[in-house]
């Protein structure tokens, strides 16, 4: 597959074979999408937090590597700074894939047929493409597999300093509100990424042929009260979240085309 990378209009995009339009990532098609709110928000926290986004980045990178090479069988040595991060994500990788089967992982190594998805920088991304619309992008999934059910999983990974959730905490709940801040940020996270496994998992089907039946966040923190946090969503959510996505990706191109 060529995935020649271009960024066009600020933008990630990725040329893909058998598409006549570069897609964007789906990274970049959230990015773009949001509400000028949230983009004033981000804003201020990193002029507050200096170099915070690019160590958040290095340590994604680190976290995804890493689980990688445990679902290979290797041996991962994390450097000081992310032991927090990593404690835990073996002992689940370990249940969740026990007596199941990797299917494809960032960099798939067990489906040869699957090799063309795979880019020279040895990243594996799927496409979505709707002829009619002209609508569509590229992107990662970290992990599908089938497990010992025979249901097939998509899953994502995250790292994150403070905990996500599903749920917004009750006002008069007796959390900290520190932790209650945090909560509702991770609210916000959650969704994201619900949208993001959603987009992953109708690419899946388009370019491997294969229906996801769940999708799973796994979401690793430094704190041992939220050591490893594993959310799990029905086919019957993914639906939702995958109309929840196109519409996203119909505001991205409308934007694009004004």
């Not at 949001?34 to 994604?60: F, I, M, V």
């Not at 992982?105 to 020279?120: A, F, I, L, M, T």
Request: proline letters at 6%; hydrophobic letters at 35%.
């Amino acid at each position: 597959m060529s995935q020649t990378r271009l960024t066009l209009n600020g933008l990630r995009h990725y040329v893909c074979d058998g598409v006549p339009r570069p897609l964007p990532s789906v990274t970049s098609v959230l990015s773009a999408t949001q509400t000028e709110e949230t983009r004033k928000k981000l804003n201020a926290w990193n002029l507050s937090n200096p170099g915070a986004l690019e160590k958040a980045a290095e340590r994604g990178t680190w976290i995804h590597s890493a689980t990688e090479n445990h679902i290979r069988g290797l041996t991962v040595s994390p450097p000081e700074e992310y032991k927090p991060y990593w404690r835990g994500v073996p002992e689940a990788l370990d249940t969740l894939l026990a007596n199941g089967r990797v299917l494809w992982s960032e960099s798939p190594y067990n489906q040869p047929q699957w090799r063309k998805y795979v880019g020279d920088d040895g990243v594996g991304r799927l496409h979505y493409y709707n002829e009619q619309t002209g609508h569509g992008y590229a992107g990662c999934p970290d992990l599908i597999y089938r497990d010992e059910n025979g249901e097939t999983i998509l899953a994502d990974f995250k790292t994150s300093t403070s905990p996500y959730s599903l749920n917004f905490p009750k006002a008069n709940s007796d959390v900290p509100d520190k932790v209650k801040k945090a909560l509702i940020g991770g609210v916000f996270k959650a969704k994201k990424t619900m949208m993001q496994m959603a987009a992953y998992a109708l690419a899946a089907e388009d370019c491997l042929g294969i229906r996801i039946d769940k999708t799973r966040i796994i979401v690793s923190t430094p704190l041992p009260e939220y050591d490893v946090q594993v959310f799990s969503f029905s086919r019957s959510q993914v639906d939702k979240h995958t109309e929840q996505w196109l519409s996203v990706l119909r505001q991205f191109y409308d934007l694009q085309n004004k």
